[in-house]
């Protein structure tokens, strides 16, 4: 694991976006991983600003969101779908076509599933995952126990999720559906590299469990500590009550410019 420890979240996505720009001006069909949520949306705004003003050419790039919740159609305010059309796809010259998000709508979950499964096996699997993590730990929909050995699939949220997710909701919890379709734990864990981001106090103690606490199906992203490539783009805050922040910091200040954010 390599955590990166930066003032604020602004910095840590533009340090984060360098990574996944180099990854596509190096591999132009490069299969991204991508992440909704409020987390992201920094780094997709300086993807965006690099798409126009330096050129950054997302028009062979594949991409698979993690999740999406089940009941809502593609249009609909809150999807995941409409999150991404909005937040990224729609500004950058990525082909809508070479863009997948679970669907929520459809009318068999587990087919849906394994199709999806099947659909990142036949792009060369994920070269580059972004995730968030919840304030319970959960990286895609993963909730607290799922297993590690999980593949894309229905889940249930926790309440701890929805209570969380209802200010997308007008702040009403009835209103956030209580199921979703996710990629599991193995899935994320085939991605060649994991890049996850995490801003603010929320986000401070599922981070120091995550990273030194011990690996655990109740604080899902632990399994992160197994991966060979994992990178934590943090903020000062995420950062607080990791133990050994001074530790992160020393490794990442020495190492040459131009490896930081390779
Ligand atoms: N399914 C998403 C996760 O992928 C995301 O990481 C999490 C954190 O959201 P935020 O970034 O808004 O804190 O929210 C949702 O539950």
């Known amino acids: 694991m390599e955590i990166i420890i930066k003032e604020n979240g602004q910095v840590a996505s533009e340090a984060a976006a360098r990574v996944v720009a180099r990854l596509v001006r190096e591999k132009p069909h490069a299969v991204l991983g991508l992440a909704t949520g409020s987390t992201p949306l920094m780094l997709y705004k300086e993807l965006i600003r690099l798409h126009r003003e330096e050129g950054l050419d997302f028009s062979q790039v594949t991409t698979f969101n993690l999740d999406e919740y089940i009941g809502l159609p593609a249009d609909h305010e809150q ?41 990142i096996v036949e792009a060369g699997g994920i070269d580059l995952q972004v995730l968030g993590i919840g304030s319970d730990g959960h990286v895609g929909f993963n909730e607290p126990t799922s297993s590690f050995a999980s593949r894309t699939r229905i ?21 956030v559906p209580k199921h979703c379709i996710t990629m599991g734990i193995g899935t994320i864990m085939d991605a060649r590299m994991n890049l996850l981001l995490a801003f603010g106090e929320g986000k401070a103690g599922a981070i120091a469990a995550t990273v030194e606490g011990g690996v655990a199906a109740i604080m899902p992203a632990s399994i992160l500590q197994h991966h060979p490539c994992a990178k934590f783009f943090i903020d000062e805050a995420a950062a607080s009550k990791l133990q050994l922040a001074g530790y992160y910091r020393w490794v990442y200040e020495g190492k040459p410019g131009w490896q930081q954010d390779a």
């Open 79 to 119: 999807s995941y779908r409409r999150f991404m059309n909005e937040s990224l796809f729609k500004r950058i010259n990525i082909k809508m076509e070479n863009t997948h998000v679970p669907d929520g709508m459809a009318a068999d979950v587990p087919a849906a599933c394994a199709a999806y499964e099947q659909a």
């Open 155 to 175: 889940k249930t949220l926790t309440r701890q999720t929805v209570a969380d997710n209802a200010r997308f909701f007008c702040g009403d919890e009835c209103r």
